[in-house]
């Protein structure tokens, strides 16, 4: 006679496991579209509408939801009895209509809010398609699974540790717009570079071809440049109540922009500012940057460039 096997031995674990649930995501829902004439609607109670306005606030684009009545009565903190009751006079007055039904505790039925009698379910899903994926959540829900089971990771990896190192990230540097706190900016600058520049040519020229009247031709265009500059300080005292007393700024302004120019550019400025609701900058150099900047724009827009 043969012996009877050994029984096995196993250990039963003191607590049962334990799982870790996933905890659901935020509600991102903060305004609900509904029809307008619901709201003017006599045939309505308060309920029904609270109810139509919540149902309104999970459609797609194409007014259509899958929203459970456990779900409406969970928020409005009611029975769904009392739920079913409301959606039947929603539905009675020609607000809602149930496309398809669902299976009863596993998929809830396709409701579709009526914005407009004249449009049709499949024009409204026709046109919200084109901007959502309108259909039915576990459809996407499956699709998506699909598509993270067919990537191979093995896969990416390689493809990963081919690439690595050939392509060098580039990351350009970050645009400072703001002023300066001090020195020039690059505008004001480049305008100093061509004027000095402008300066020593003219410098050159006088004294290549000096001649006896030089003195009192250079003696009245100082005159006539001191009377330029105090015009511009004028001008920027009355249209931003600036003083200016940088006197390399005044000589910008006077060799990039005429007299002329420059009183309509301060008050296109001054508007601009004004419309814009900016306060008027108190710094000397910003308002000259900004007078340059506008000249150029202007010019440009001139060219048709």
């Known amino acids: 006679m043969s012996a009877l096997p050994e029984p096995l031995l196993f250990r039963v674990p003191k607590a ?14 903060r305004a609900a579209v509904l029809p307008l004439r619901a709201v003017t609607d006599k045939n309505l109670t308060d309920v029904q509408l609270r109810v139509l306005a919540l149902i309104c606030s999970y459609t797609n684009r194409a007014g259509i939801t899958w929203v459970s009545t456990k779900k409406l009565a969970s928020d409005l903190q009611v029975s769904r009895q009392a739920i079913s009751k409301q959606l039947v006079g929603i539905k009675a007055a020609g607000y809602i209509e149930v496309i398809k039904r669902g299976f009863r505790g596993y998929r809830s039925d ?16 026709a046109v919200a398609g084109t901007i959502e994926d309108c259909r039915p959540p576990f459809m996407q829900e499956k699709q998506q699974k699909e598509m993270d089971e067919s990537i191979d990771p093995e896969g990416l990896a390689r493809i990963h540790d081919m690439i690595k190192g050939v392509f060098k990230t580039v990351t350009e540097p970050a645009k400072d717009y703001q002023m300066p706190k001090s020195g020039d900016t690059i505008t004001v600058a480049k305008m100093k570079r061509e004027i000095a520049a402008a300066k020593a040519r003219k410098q050159r020229h006088i004294d290549n071809h000096a001649v006896d009247n030089v003195e009192p031709h250079i003696d009245n265009h100082i005159d006539n440049q001191a009377v330029v500059t105090n015009e511009i300080r004028t001008l920027l005292k009355k249209v931003f109540n600036l003083k200016v007393t940088n006197n390399s700024l005044v000589l910008v302004l006077q060799q990039s922009i005429p007299l ?23 710094s000397e150099e910003a308002v000259v940057d900004a007078l340059l900047t506008l000249s150029a724009d202007n010019l440009l827009r001139a060219n048709g460039v």
Do not use: M, N, S
């Open 16 to 29: 049962p496991p334990r799982l870790k649930l996933r905890e659901p995501d935020p509600d991102q829902r």
């Open 110 to 125: 396709t409701i579709r809010v009526i914005f407009d009698a004249t449009i049709d379910t499949d024009t409204a899903i």
């Open 260 to 282: 002329a120019e420059l009183t309509t550019l301060c008050k296109q400025l001054a508007d601009r500012y004004q419309a814009e609701g900016i306060a008027i900058p108190t």
